[in-house]
């Protein structure tokens, strides 16, 4: 069972020093709707030269960012230099990389693998609610043997019987290959269980079905 998830925005996680001039683009993540508070950083907030530059399949330029930058408080005299980014970027259809930018130079590029459909791999090997040995509170999900991608990673979500929200139990795995504890859902009967393919820049829904818990 899978679907194709149609994603407007793409949350970007990286860090830099603008001291060192080092920095990393650690997650890309596809999102729905936005979560950060501001599309670019204010005019009233000092431009430290940081840009998400967006590009097309051909490493052309189409658009750029001026992201927030989240400092780290530091000791004593010293002057913030250690940043984190939270950025929600515009997802179009020719978007394939994003590079991070500092002065002009390029500190990191991300540009994920083309996904592969899972499906069959999933199929053939994966489990759902197999109580693990020696841990008769804890259910294997999913299963380690698909095919690992550059910039591709899997999520899991569950909702119990006796709750409205979906809960997210892992995030950035490299494969679809979960742990669940039962005791995470007191009261439930059952866990509603989805897995998520993210690809950068898009998602798709692996699997869903209910687990019971009884």
Known sequence: ???SGSDTFAHVIASIDTASGEG?????????????SS???????KDEGVRLVLKDAAGKEIGRVRPELRFEACQDDEKPHRAIIQQDIDVTGTLSQVDLEFKGKTL???RPE??????????????????IPGEPGKLSLGTPKVEQRSGVSYMIQAKPDN??????????????DFVVDKNQFPGASSVEVRITQNAGFKSRTVDKRTIKLE
């Open 1 to 3: 069972m899978a679907d």
């Open 24 to 36: 990393l683009i650690r997650y890309v993540l596809p999102a729905k709707m936005r979560t950060s």
């Open 39 to 45: 599309e670019q950083a204010g005019a009233n907030v």
């Open 108 to 110: 990191d590029a991300f």
């Open 114 to 131: 083309p996904a592969t459909r899972a499906d069959q791999q999933f199929r053939e090997t994966a489990t759902f609610g197999l109580p």
């Open 163 to 176: 709750a409205d929200q979906w809960q997210t139990l892992a995030v950035g795995q490299s494969t679809p």
